[in-house]
């Protein structure tokens, strides 16, 4: 006989935890996250670690101070705390950034599910504005080499030239952040996450679309702006978080939209030559107002 349990609606069950969820993302980044360990050698693998051990210690402790339940969340903003990092800053700076993005971007607000903005960039920005020379340093450690050199964006915000090519940025032959420098393995992973929908395709296709078309009206190399940077990283794993982006369909196209747009203004026109994590955090603040002017009708309602 089967047993008849009463609950309070809505009574539907999803087939995928939130857990299974933040695993599958976890895997999916490694094979981005394996090719920066393996150019940058085992400093880089040493920042990845630091950053998610602080990020779930920073969990456990502020979830117990605040009363909610921990999650496996932390291992995934840990993780992409680390990969927007340059592969040769000093250990104690994922440390800081991890704890700050999990105690302000994520415990401060409630816990997981009620945070405003996206807890790794949070972390990010915090570094980014107390040491930016760590964060964006003059030269950075080139793949595979003993030398160090500006990264493609820097080159090509400070003289106006395309240093690298573009094969080399796609496969991930350049200088940048331990997680972004490879296009191609970030597709790897990304791209089966959209199959089985955990990642909606509309955010990466309305931010990559909007960067390239912006590029190819401000007369920009387009292909070089679409690889360059953090862009990848960004729109398949950053700008598509649950939590911080809108859920209705047109919402997702707006908010990608507007990534773009803010992107390549900053890129342009601002006093940074990259743009992608202040353009997300930008946008997750207009997440509750794109949502609601793009709620969908109620069926059977005028």
């Given amino acids: 006989m089967k047993r008849l349990i009463v609950s309070p609606p809505p009574h539907i069950r999803a087939r995928l935890s939130s857990d299974i969820i933040m695993l599958s993302v976890i895997l999916a980044l490694l094979p981005a996250t394996g090719w920066g360990v393996y150019v940058f050698g085992l400093h880089a693998l040493e920042v990845i670690l630091v950053s998610i051990a602080f990020a779930l210690l920073s969990e456990v402790l502020g979830c117990k101070l605040a009363g909610i339940r921990p999650d496996i969340s932390a291992a995934l903003t840990g993780l992409l705390l680390a990969l927007c990092l340059p592969p040769s800053v000093p250990l104690w700076l994922p440390a800081v950034g991890s704890t700050f993005a999990i105690l302000a971007g994520k415990i ?29 340093p003059a030269a950075w450690p080139a793949p595979l080499q003993t030398t160090s050199s500006a990264t493609p964006l820097n080159v090509w915000w400070h003289e106006g030239v395309q240093a690298w090519p573009v094969w080399d940025m796609f496969w991930g032959y350049r200088p940048g952040c331990i997680g972004e420098i490879s296009p191609f393995l970030l597709l790897v992973g990304a791209l089966p996450l959209i199959c089985l929908k955990i990642i909606d395709w509309r955010i990466p296709l309305s931010y990559l679309g909007t960067v390239g078309l912006l590029a190819l009206a401000l007369d920009e190399p387009v292909i070089f702006h679409l690889l360059a940077g953090g862009l990848f990283l960004g729109a398949f794993f950053m700008a598509t978080d649950y939590v911080t982006s809108p859920v209705t369909p047109r919402g997702k196209l707006v908010f990608g939209a507007g990534c773009g747009v803010l992107t390549m203004i900053i890129r342009k026109f601002g006093s940074l030559p990259e743009g992608v994590c202040y353009s997300i955090l930008v946008m997750n603040a207009f997440v509750p107002l794109i949502e609601r002017v793009t709620k969908p009708r109620v069926y059977g309602k005028a």
């Fill in 108 to 136: 401060a607000f409630g816990g997981t599910g009620k945070n405003l903005f996206n807890p790794a960039l949070v972390g990010r920005a915090f570094l980014a504005l107390s040491w930016p020379a760590l964060v964006a």
